[in-house]
């Protein structure tokens, strides 16, 4: 398809267990964002990517959430020994742009996927 | 971070009704957009807004960029069921070198009961 694709598109996880959500997001797109949201708010910045840089991890909420995207494509986001607090939905999103977003940029959202630690 | 504030929170309205549902805040975004987010979905894009005082419509939709650029509003004209949904406004900007955040409010739930 020529959206984000995200996988899986629900996850259940015991509560101490890792947990790792894929992106696909839209060929040729250098910006990659993922955002948390929790049930009835909207989205919270997670992380930013610019190809395979990293550039902004300032939303993470602690050093068990980590984010990859090796070769400027995919992204992992990983959440060690989840709790309970980590339920939410993950959303990822891509962008045409880089580091000089222009003023109509325009985010494509994935449909998220949906984490239930038990 | 910049803070969005939306209202309300939610609305329920009849068919046919007109609505207007707003966002604030007390700082100055490169520009804003709003999105509209379905259940199982993502958000998706409706409009951004740049100049403060900018006015744009989108069918029934229409949108208004503050003259300060700290604020906006979206109004629906003679709304339809197919309106239903999560209204979310996202303010654009920059933090640090390279790096801009989008800065979303927690939205407005609307129901448009037919």
């Known amino acids: 398809g020529a959206g984000v694709s995200q996988s899986p598109r629900y996850k259940v996880a015991k509560r101490g267990q890792d947990v790792a959500l894929r992106c696909d997001p839209i060929?040729?797109?250098?910006?990659l964002f993922w955002y948390q949201q929790a049930l009835g708010q909207g989205p919270e910045f997670l992380t930013y990517?610019?190809?395979?840089?990293?550039?902004?991890k300032s939303g993470l909420p602690s050093d068990r959430f980590f984010a990859e995207r090796p070769e400027g494509s995919v992204s992992t986001l990983k959440i060690q020994r989840t709790q309970q607090e980590d339920s939410a939905v993950y959303l990822c999103a891509s962008s045409l742009g880089g580091i000089r977003w222009a003023t109509n940029e325009k985010l494509f959202f994935g449909s998220g996927t949906q984490l239930s630690v038990l | 971070t910049q803070l969005l504030e939306q209202s309300p929170q939610f609305l329920s309205i009849q068919e046919g009704e007109n609505l207007t549902v707003y966002c604030n805040s007390s700082s100055v975004f490169s520009s804003l957009q709003w999105y509209r987010q379905e259940p199982g979905e993502g958000p998706v894009l409706l409009v951004t807004?740049?100049?403060?005082?900018e006015v744009k419509k989108l069918k029934r939709l229409t949108f208004q960029f503050g003259d300060a650029r700290k604020d906006s509003s979206l109004h629906i004209t003679a709304a339809q069921p197919g309106d239903t949904g999560l209204y979310l406004c996202a303010g654009l900007e920059k933090v640090g070198a390279g790096s801009y955040q989008l800065t979303f409010g927690k939205g407005t739930k609307l129901s448009v009961i037919p």
């Open positions: 990517f610019q190809n395979e840089a990293q550039l902004d």
């Open positions: 060929s040729g797109h250098v910006s």
């Open positions: 807004v740049v100049t403060g005082g």
